[in-house]
């Protein structure tokens, strides 16, 4: 990398100005000194195409996350990006279950995001302002996303710090989506059982009803076919969830 010519001011201003993406990364990749002025500029240029694409599948910061790319969501937030500013649109419907429009960051982060990441994007959204408990058109926080994702045998630990986290965030435990599921009800449905004791230590209802008028331990029976849903009915009975009445039928 060779070093920087001395160039007039105004002559860098205009680099920075009208010079397209490939341009201000191909000067920053062959000149160290050309990438200590332009860098700045090429992560504000970052910032405002973040800021104007709304398409979930195309967000450049979206793609970040996916990627566990810490330090550079880190630098676009360092210059400028708002935590809490998105508002993206999952206009393709095709992986993202849960989600359909007004959907932030921190959505992404619940769905997206390695849980076993050393460095956590979701945490370094919180910290730079992210609001918690936002909802998606669905009426959907990032607890709710989290725990539709289910869980996995050999990482729940780390589900269940990311779950701490957001509490200590101030994140709502029992947030209602539209159709009034709160995230006790997706834990039981999903058999999502080491979420269980965490959320009832943070103040859950474990008897909560939904819109349906179903508690979570009436979810988990619907859904136990072939004993799949055994843990979480041991740990909602075991945390006191109230047993449904016998039905009629």
Known sequence: MADCPSLPPEVILKITKFATMATLASLCAANRGFYALLLPTLYRRGVDIVSKEDSLHLNLAVEL??????SSMAKLLQHGLPASAQRLQDSEHSDLGLLGEDISLLHASAYYEKRTAKNSITKLLLDNGAEVDHKDSFGCTFLHV??????????????E???????????????SDKDGWQPMNLAAAFNNWPAVGVLVRHGTNINATDNEGRTPIMRAIENNIDDSHVEVMAELYKYGAQAPPPSDG
């Open 146 to 159: 989290t725990l539709y994702r289910g869980w996995d045998s050999e990482n729940f630990q780390d589900q």
């Open 65 to 70: 996350i996916e990627g566990n790319k810490y």
């Open 161 to 175: 710090a990311q779950i701490i986290t957001l509490v200590e965030h101030g994140a709502n435990v029992n947030a």
